[in-house]
């Protein structure tokens, strides 16, 4: 079943002269359960494509469907609510002088969900922490305890996607681990459908099915996880993606890739 249908979008910042193109004609479909990975260099429009997916951009054209509905521009707050992002740095969706409960609570309070109580404590468990940790403050986890929390918080109000955008970079590296096994987890026990973007090729080799290179805007290939470890790809562009984290990928078999 296709969970993601994406035609022909295109994403322009700005207007009239100083319109700046970042998306040109991106098409993919992610079916439900999969991990769909996005790579690229700096500025190729990752991070453009999963604000589309969620819905924070707003000037796109193309076509979307998430979960066999269009996406309009303009989305109701339920269908907002079916996907979420993750980012890099989770104090930049964390509150810092809300604790972890309030912030928890805000999305649910906004959707008007009952059982609020009991969904936050089922949320943490769900992460790994404790109860307790609703009355703490961001300061006073740990790095990998605040990407839980935001991870908690995306998942609060039930997504069937997750967009995750870089969602290990900012952490240790063995750390990294620890919250690629929970997402890994979360997938399997939720039913979650995840669009990742990486650029550590142990991150895309250890969760993605299916992986779209990107460069200047568009997808030049989208290609599978075995096909990367096999060096069986396309674009020259891919090619030298591959070449730059040798040590990772092609080198060592999928089961066997250390992260971290
Ligand atoms: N709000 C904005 N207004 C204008 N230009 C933007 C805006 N956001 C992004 N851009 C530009 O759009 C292009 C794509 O940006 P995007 O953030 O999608 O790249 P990315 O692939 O996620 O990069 P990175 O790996 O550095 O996060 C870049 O040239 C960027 O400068
Ligand atoms: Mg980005």
Known sequence: MTMIKVENLAVSYGHGHNALKVLRDVSFEVAKGETFGLV??????????????????????GSIVIDGEGADPKRTKSQLAK???????????????????RTLLEPLEIQGM??????IEEVLRDVGLSHNFRYRFPHQLSGGQRQRVAIARALILKPRILLLDEPTSALDVSIQAEILNLLKDLRERE??????????????A????????????????????????????AHPYTRN??????????TKPPREVAVG
Request: with cysteine; proline share 2%.
């Open 241 to 250: 993606l591959l070449d730059g984290s040798r040590g990772y990928v092609a």
């Open 114 to 119: 009952d059982r609020r109580h009991e969904r």
């Open 191 to 204: 039913n979650l459908t995840y669009v990742l973007v990486s650029h550590d090729m142990a991150v895309i």
């Open 40 to 61: 690229g260099e700096s500025g190729c429009g990752k991070s453009t494509v999963l604000g589309a997916l969620a819905g924070r951009i707003k000037n796109w054209s």
């Open 83 to 101: 996907q979420q992002m993750v980012f890099q740095d989770p104090f930049g969706s964390i509150h810092p002088r809300h604790t972890i409960g």
């Open 206 to 233: 250890h969760l993605c099915d299916r992986i779209a290179v990107m460069h200047d805007g568009i997808f030049v290939e989208v290609t599978t996880r075995s096909s990367l470890f096999r060096g069986d790809v």
